[in-house]
């Protein structure tokens, strides 16, 4: 199963939106989604600062690489799902 994580703020429509994006991709894939608020921890806050939400492969404790950020870039995280690999 793959791992995504879902860097955002609770007060960040953008971020509900990516959110509402990836959930169909549930019904192609399966995946946990991990959601992390960068004002929980300083060390995330001062690294995305105003970029959220992002979306990352991987998990909060060993974090991949980047898929999008702002907006859901459904055939990036599509293509991803479908071959981490060649990605």
């Not at 939400?53 to 293509?79: K, Q, S």
């Amino acid at each position: 199963m793959a791992d995504l994580t879902l860097y955002g703020r609770g007060y960040c429509h953008l971020c509900d939106d990516m959110k509402l994006a990836i959930e169909p991709l549930r019904g192609e894939f399966a995946f946990t989604l991990h959601e992390v608020d960068v004002d929980s921890d300083p060390a995330i806050e001062a690294r995305l600062g105003e970029l959220v939400p992002v979306l990352m492969t991987g998990t909060p404790a060993n974090p991949g690489r980047e898929l999008c950020h702002y907006f859901a870039d459904l055939p990036g995280i599509r293509a991803w799902l479908t071959d981490p690999a060649s990605a």
